[in-house]
């Protein structure tokens, strides 16, 4: 018989799901899979549950429910001073994930350049690939995950179509600087490509430090795609809503991939999100403040077990660095010891590189209860190899 798409048969099952069903296996800790362990907003929880209960159970609207798009365009002029037309600017998703592929299909031909940043979250270069265009990777090196333009002058050419950035980023905890984002649009205005900006963790900055999107820089905001994700921005991750923000031109294709996707997300937790999207000032505040307490609890906790903690600046997690350490394991084999051997789960941070992959880095995920924190901080005080 024939086989199935070469792109996606070469592609393993993701590493998240790996750890997490290994995590369950061995009763370990798991700080791998990033998902909150709490219930989130109760007023945005009850919402969805009202909602379902009186008859939001039909397929809403294509592109989404008004109350949901207008509060998309809200939250972005509320937050970043964007003004956004809901009718024409803004989509509804059933999660980033697929907004992302909503994107990328909807944009790129193939043969399109698309550059890239490692580490990277993993859906980005197999849909690019399926999408049948070509990756161009840049390597963000620990511990401070910078770039220069030398860098971007090797990657950028006349066959660029987009740029794909993760900002604040996953795994390595790197907000993107004010200065970066300019450097990166004077690339991108220079070739004539367009942005998209995956910012799920877009309300978890921490430090006083300030999120700042790509679409806001000079000259970027008709060249620019930027997604959110409720999962990230309320805690709830199992929901699957996330919201594409952009100019009508560039939103136009991307809307007709989502209709063949998903075509829609469930009414009643687009309701749900709206409310929350509405929420006063302090509800997004104290989000991040609450995040940041967590990662210096378990910052502590690993330093105290005798790790090498990288700064993190955003996002739910902490990097590990194993060679720093003195711990000579690969990531892989240390990811699997610890999770067998001592009862906590971690990512392997090379499971975010195509290429080049550094093997002395891990990835903790902080973003759970207290007394579950704390009971890892036990686990790996008792000791890790
Ligand atoms: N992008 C990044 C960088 C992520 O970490 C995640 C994961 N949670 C997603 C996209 C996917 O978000 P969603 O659950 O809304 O699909
Ligand atoms: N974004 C989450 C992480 O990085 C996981 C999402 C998923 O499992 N696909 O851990």
Not at 122 to 130: E, G, L, Q
Not at 235 to 251: C, D, E, F, N, R
Not at 344 to 361: G, K, R
């Amino acid at each position: 018989m024939k086989s199935g798409n070469s792109v996606l048969t070469a592609c393993g099952t993701t590493i998240f799901e790996v750890m997490s069903r290994l995590a369950d296996q061995h009763k370990a800790i798991n700080l791998g899979q990033g998902f909150p362990d709490g219930n989130g907003p109760p007023d945005v929880v009850a919402a969805a549950a009202s909602y379902l209960a009186d008859g939001w159970n039909q397929y809403p609207p294509m592109p989404g429910l008004a109350a949901l798009r207008q509060a998309v365009a809200a939250h972005n002029a509320r937050f970043y001073g964007l003004d956004v037309d809901w009718a024409t600017e803004t989509l509804v998703t059933s999660g980033a994930t697929e907004a992302l592929a909503a994107c990328l299909f909807g944009l790129l031909e193939p043969g399109d350049e698309v550059v890239l940043f490692q580490p990277l979250y993993d859906s980005y270069a197999p849909i690019i690939r399926r999408a049948g265009a070509i990756a161009r990777f840049v390597n963000l090196k620990a511990p401070d995950w910078s770039f220069s333009a030398d860098d971007l002058a090797l990657v950028f050419n006349d066959r660029t179509k987009l740029v794909l950035i993760n900002n604040p980023q996953n795994p390595a905890g790197k907000v993107w600087t004010q200065d970066e984002l300019s450097l990166l649009s004077a690339f991108i205005m220079r070739h004539d490509t367009m942005a998209l900006c995956d910012e799920v963790y877009e309300h978890l900055v921490f430090d006083g430090r300030r999120h700042i999107p790509l679409m806001s820089l000079p000259g970027m905001r008709d060249r620019t795609l930027r997604i959110g994700s409720a999962g990230k921005t309320f805690s709830l991750t199992g929901w699957k809503v996330g919201y594409v923000t952009g100019p009508a031109t560039l939103l136009a294709p991307v809307i007709k991939a989502h209709q063949f996707l998903t075509f829609t997300t469930p009414p009643n937790l687009q309701h749900a999100v709206a409310l929350g999207l509405n929420k006063d000032d302090t509800y997004f505040a104290g989000l991040a403040a609450d995040m940041a307490r967590r990662r210096d609890f378990l910052a502590a906790g690993l330093r105290a077990a005798g790790l090498v903690v990288l700064p993190c600046a955003g996002t739910y997690f902490l990097t590990v660095d194993l060679a720093a350490s003195g711990i000579a394991m690969d990531d892989r084999t240390f990811c699997l010891h610890l999770t067998e051997k001592v009862g906590v789960a971690a990512i392997p941070i090379s499971a975010f590189f195509e290429v080049d992959a550094p093997t002395h880095l891990v990835r903790f995920c902080f973003c759970k209860r207290d007394e579950v924190l704390a009971e890892a901080v036990r686990r790996l005080a008792a000791g890790i190899v």
